[in-house]
């Protein structure tokens, strides 16, 4: 699987993992204060190839994807389920625990966070959906994020995601019978 585009990961380990996925090159950041030298690189990169961005879903991976969002606009955006990133016991969550196919599968998953966006699922609608306060919200945005492939975000974020992400009530619903199939199987 050959990826047209540029990859920004985090590190050495996340490039090499990437490596053994797919056919790529990459940009590391190098931890989550990105310097001006990395975001004129990620800039070129998005001007010339697109940019990818694939960071590890933890508080840190997540700093360094809007940072850089933030910075160059248009770049798509990868995500891996904290299942997916988790290394051996003591270790942290990243790119680098991945399998070959949980990598294959984000990248081929990635999508552009949309600039301006219109709000189509409302606060009330996430209220509504148990997605945000009360018992058992953080597992249903789980389930959703990784259905939506737009990733696990708390309550504060979900609805911001949704709509940068442009999802519609249609695709909304659907995520949603498929986080109530879950509840009922466990």
């Not at 990961?9 to 090499?16: I, L, M, P, Q």
């Not at 090159?25 to 990818?52: L, P």
């Not at 770049?75 to 904290?82: E, N």
């Amino acid at each position: 699987m050959k990826i047209k585009e540029i990859i920004v990961v985090e590190g050495k380990d996340d490039t090499t993992a990437i490596k053994r996925a797919v056919d790529a090159d990459t940009i590391e950041t190098n931890g989550s204060a990105v310097n001006e030298v990395t975001i004129d690189k990620v800039k070129r990169a998005q001007q010339t190839r697109g940019v990818i961005i694939f960071t590890d879903p933890d508080f840190p991976g997540e700093k360094i994807r809007k940072t850089i969002a933030e910075a160059v606009p248009g770049c798509k955006h990868a995500f891996l389920t904290k299942e997916a990133a988790k290394g051996k016991v003591g270790e942290s969550l990243g790119v680098e625990h991945a399998s070959s196919e949980a990598i294959q599968e984000a990248l081929k998953d990635a999508q552009v966070m949309s600039e301006r966006y219109t709000e189509v699922i409302t606060q009330e609608d996430l209220l509504t959906a148990g997605l945000i306060g009360g018992e058992g919200a953080k597992e249903r945005r789980m389930i959703l994020g990784e259905f939506l492939k737009i990733g696990y975000t708390n309550g504060k974020q979900l609805h911001k995601r949704l709509m940068m992400f442009q999802i519609s009530k249609q695709e909304f619903s659907e995520a949603l019978k498929v986080v109530r199939q879950e509840e009922i199987h466990e």
